[in-house]
């Protein structure tokens, strides 16, 4: 029985921690506005695929996705010339993840919460 008790609680933890789903923050945008940004994103063991969609409403694929424990790291490439890298690393946090998006220079912080 606690032997039982055990994997269910780590089965509990490890969902938990997962980044499975839709999410969405506010994002702060080149001209200084707030914009909304949705993660799509599917985990396969430590594998994170998906997408992003800017406020824009154009939607890139996630790239070279991982989570490991409670942090999630991934990027996209925004189509401009020459092609913009945004790095998102991410630390799961109950309810929401904390990402760092760097890419443009500069580095943002985001808060992404789970759609409804």
């Not at 890298?85 to 904390?98: P, S």
């Not at 890419?103 to 919460?113: E, I, N, P």
């Amino acid at each position: 029985m606690k032997t039982l008790s055990i994997g269910l609680l780590w089965a509990a933890l490890c969902l938990a921690a997962a980044p499975e789903g839709k999410w969405m923050a506010d994002a702060p945008g080149v001209s200084g506005t707030i914009e909304k940004t949705i993660f799509d994103l599917h985990v396969q063991g430590e594998k994170v695929t998906g997408s992003v969609v800017l406020s824009s409403g154009t939607i890139y694929p996630v790239e070279r996705g991982s989570v490991k424990g409670d942090d999630v790291t991934f990027f996209i490439t925004v189509k401009t010339d020459p092609d913009t890298k945004l790095t998102y690393n991410g630390k799961i946090a109950g309810q929401e993840i904390k990402f760092t998006r760097d890419g443009t220079g500069s580095k943002a912080q985001l808060v992404a919460k789970p759609m409804q």
